[in-house]
């Protein structure tokens, strides 16, 4: 992969949009993303005490079906705009070939 990414926050404000900063922080927003889902997960449990054992089980099995489904559909996301980034890098070598 080409050097695109850059560190920090100075990618932020690189207004040419010359290098790109969303390769450097996806493994960042995966890990946000597991962390909400299992706080998530973890709220639907805890409403689910409020009912009772039935509730708690309810909470258990679909928040967990929930929080399991949400970060699949995440690192899909996350996979295919990493893709668009190995499709730009590739045409990027193939275009400046001589």
């Known amino acids: 992969m080409s050097d695109n990414s850059t560190d920090g926050l100075a990618g932020l404000f690189d207004f040419t949009f010359e290098k790109f900063i969303t390769p450097s922080i996806v493994k ?3 890990i946000v993303v597991i962390v909400m889902a299992g706080l998530m997960w ?8 409020s009912s009772g054992i039935g509730g708690f ?5 679909f928040g967990g079906l929930a ?3 949400m970060v699949l559909f995440y ?4 996979e295919l705009t990493m893709i ?7 045409t990027d070598i193939l275009a400046n070939k001589p």
């Open 67 to 69: 929080a399991l489904l």
């Open 75 to 78: 690192r899909i996301f996350l």
């Open 84 to 90: 668009l980034f190995r499709i730009h890098d590739n």
């Open 42 to 49: 973890l709220g639907f449990i805890i409403g689910g005490l």
């Open 28 to 30: 960042i927003v995966y």
């Open 57 to 61: 089980l309810a909470g258990l099995i």
